[in-house]
């Protein structure tokens, strides 16, 4: 008998020291690291005095350099109001595609989700340029094109402006929208709206109280995403609202890292402001979905939605949808493709005196630290793709397969990087602590 007490302890010990356990404790370990670490150095930095060496001593003088001046309150608003017509914008044309591929007889719906695919492929610093090139008021070749077409003495368009960039990072982000969206709109029921509209409601009715509520997750999650995105976006401002005199949190943690001498202090304290707004909007969304499964549908196996028929509309509907993409993705692609053959500035589909060349090609080809750079890019998008990818899935086997009733912690050290953008992620891990 006096053995049992320390057979039964042994039974425990081995029974914490399972596989399922030593995986959820690493996993849990790794999240803590990757979530912590960063957030640890951003605020040490921020509350250390910055000698130039390295953090000093504690000090409130980063606060009161990046506060104490009314520039932080259009820093906000311009950050807030870029980032809420990025995601309005995005999300409109996101939801336009996904209707259509998803829930519609339109033609083109395989087509228009390669392209959002192959969208990704494009950088959103080169799509910033494009922009620039096609609708700058002194060297966009579509002003250009406006200006002879119409009679204008002056540029309609502008991209040096909010609207500029709200357009700029949109034309980017939509496809991202409708890779949200389109799962959530393909399970959809419409036996239920039926109901609902054989009930004797309106379509204005069935649309705000059974189809909306169905879709509440999707909207929000992928309005929160656009959001974040957009609060955490640097080429967009700094390419399009620098020269515009646009400042937004992004540009200023920046401009305050290459500052000389670094200030990576303030830079951390401006990230706190940041980091804060993208806390606040992922507890928004928390708060909003955590009843989300009372708008679950339950369908049997193998079910597939009907698609609204459009009959004569079919056709148009899938050339606007066409046009969307030729002028929001074609347009900046073309321009880009285009200046690639010619040495200096040229406008596609206008005569020139240029000549198109390759030496463009022949000299990126040929330049031994454009080689070496593609090189490090390619093996580094590799490596953090499989690590992540790798992390993820046994994080998410072990919360829905192996310990279910621990899933909440990993959910939740999953969820916690949305609500942090990676601009400031580098005054945390750049600073010489």
């Avoid at 930095?45 to 390295?54: A, C, K, L, V």
């Avoid at 303030?266 to 980091?275: D, E, I, K, N």
């Avoid at 969304?285 to 009372?294: G, V």
């Avoid at 030729?326 to 000549?355: D, E, H, K, Y």
């Amino acid at each position: 008998m006096d053995g049992l007490p320390g057979v039964s302890a042994a039974v425990r010990l081995s029974a914490l020291v399972s596989l399922p356990n030593i995986a959820l404790a690493v996993c849990v370990a790794v999240a803590v690291w990757l979530v912590l670490v960063p957030l640890s150095a951003l605020l040490y930095n921020t509350f250390t005095e910055d000698t130039g060496f390295g953090p000093g001593g504690f000090s409130l003088d980063n606060f009161v350099e990046a506060y104490s001046s009314w520039h932080i309150l259009g820093l906000l608003r311009n950050s807030v109001v870029f980032a809420v017509g990025t995601a309005l914008t995005t999300f409109v044309m996101g939801a336009l595609v996904a209707w259509v591929v998803e829930r519609t007889d339109a033609p083109g719906g395989s087509l228009f989700h390669t392209l959002s695919l192959l969208s990704f492929a494009m950088p959103g610093l080169l799509i910033a340029m494009a922009w620039i090139f096609v609708f700058s008021p002194n060297i966009g070749w579509g002003n250009a094109v406006l200006k002879a077409a119409f009679g204008l003495s002056e540029a309609p368009v502008n991209i040096y402006s909010m609207a500029g960039m709200t357009w700029a990072l949109s034309s980017h982000y939509f496809p991202l929208a409708y890779l949200v969206l389109g799962p959530a709109l393909r399970a959809l029921d419409l036996r239920m709206e039926e109901a609902a509209l054989m009930a004797g409601g309106s379509y204005p009715q069935v649309f705000a109280r059974v189809t909306l509520p169905l879709l509440r997750p999707a909207i929000l999650s992928a309005l929160l995403l656009l959001f974040v995105m957009g609060m955490a976006s640097y080429e967009v401002p700094r390419l399009i609202g620098r020269p515009a005199r646009i400042d937004v949190f992004t540009t200023d943690i920046q401009g305050a890292i290459i500052a000389a001498p670094p200030a990576f202090g303030v830079a951390s304290a401006l990230g706190l402001t940041l980091l804060a707004i993208c806390v606040l909007a992922v507890l928004f969304y928390r708060r909003a979905t955590q009843h989300a499964d009372s708008f679950a549908t339950v369908t049997g196996k193998g079910y597939r939605p009907a698609r609204i028929k459009l009959g004569r509309a079919r056709w148009p509907v899938a050339v606007g949808i066409g046009a969307m993409f030729v002028f929001a993705l074609g347009l900046p692609l073309v321009t880009l493709i285009w200046q690639s053959f010619f040495r200096n500035l040229a406008q596609p589909f206008v005569f020139t005196s240029a000549r198109a060349t390759l030496d463009n090609y022949e000299f990126i080809l040929s330049y031994p630290i454009f080689l070496a750079a593609v090189k490090t890019s390619v093996l580094l998008a590799a490596m953090a793709a499989t690590i992540v990818a790798g992390l993820t899935f046994v994080m998410a086997w072990i919360a829905q397969r192996w310990l279910p009733r621990y899933g909440f912690v990993l959910d939740a050290l999953a969820f916690a990087p949305i609500a942090i953008p990676g601009v400031i992620v580098g005054p945390a891990s750049s600073s010489p602590t």
